[in-house]
């Protein structure tokens, strides 16, 4: 891993995980001489670097590390929409082997959504390596809708629709920041975000333009593939989870810890009020506020 005197200063570097087929890439931010403190895996459709001002004032004190999940950023792991899948079990894979790889202990595992999930499923693969969970608005469907779930109506899903027609390419990134500020999704995210989800999220091409590093195809088979198992994974742990869910539009389908088949007793779900699923763009203060808890209780 990379040093560097300014704390705040994105310390790229590549983790490469041949049993999983290939590379992925990272930041780290935070004090380059301490243990990696935390380990942030980002939404669905994003990217690592979305997340730096988030997470930026933490770096005074804790070391975080931001992962680019395959498919996303930077990421040079299989990607490959047009073979069949049925669950995040692949990114939770991954981000075990990150853990793996990195020998990497007592670390809080965090995510936004996609991220928070395959947050869970990587703890409750390697719970000797982590020491609590920090998810902020992730995918979980209640038991009774996950029990009757129909899998093929997920392929038309809004969700998956709109992710196959997201325009894949514009004429530079400056001309995406433009399209995409104050509409749609990024209607509520800072300047900073955008730039960073922009700068990472679309990669210049041959012909002299940019186009989206995540893939509609991809994003959209992220939507569809919806078979894991998260109660199990609640159930396999003994550890520290709090969980921020939105107030509008959420995808966290947890009313309060009860809904949680756990055998920990250690899971606080909270509501926020006035949040959409973009929690962590809406909500910063409370991203890093949680983090700091998570820490300093079990640091």
């Not at 038309?156 to 001309?175: N, Q």
């Not at 006035?274 to 409370?286: A, I, V």
């Amino acid at each position: 891993m990379m040093t560097s005197t300014d704390n705040r200063a994105l310390r790229p570097y590549e983790i490469a995980i041949p049993q999983r087929g290939g590379v992925t890439s990272a930041y780290e931010v935070g004090p380059g001489d301490r243990p990696v403190d935390i380990v942030f895996s980002h939404a669905n459709g994003f990217n690592a670097r979305t997340y730096r001002s988030i997470l930026e004032p933490l770096t005074d004190t804790l070391r975080v590390l931001m992962v680019d999940q395959r498919g996303h950023g930077g990421s040079r792991l299989p990607a490959d929409a047009d073979k069949p899948r049925d669950s995040w079990r692949d990114v939770g894979d991954d981000l075990t082997a990150v853990l793996d790889t990195l020998d990497l202990k007592n670390v809080i595992l965090a995510g936004h959504s996609m991220g928070g999930a395959s947050s869970l499923l990587a703890a409750a693969a390697r719970p000797h390596r982590v020491r609590a969970l920090a998810l902020f608005d992730p995918v979980i469907m209640s038991p009774e809708i996950l029990a009757h779930i129909d899998r093929g109506s997920l392929n038309d899903s809004p969700l998956a629709v709109g992710a196959r027609k997201r325009r894949p390419s514009f004429a530079s990134k400056a001309a995406a920041v433009e399209a995409y500020r104050g509409r749609g999704a990024f209607r509520t995210w800072s300047e900073a975000m955008l730039i960073d989800y922009v700068e990472d999220g679309f990669v210049e091409t041959p012909a002299g333009d940019v186009t989206l590093t995540c893939a509609p195809a991809w994003e959209a088979s992220n939507f569809t593939a919806q078979g894991h198992e998260p109660y199990a994974a609640f159930d396999a742990l003994d550890i520290p989870i709090r969980i921020l869910r939105a107030e509008v539009g959420s995808t966290c389908r947890l009313e309060g810890p009860e809904a949680i088949l756990t055998r920990s007793g250690k899971v606080q779900v909270e509501m926020v009020p006035g949040t959409s699923h973009f929690l962590p763009m809406e909500r910063s203060d409370l991203v890093v506020e949680v983090l700091r808890r998570l820490s300093s209780a079990i640091g």
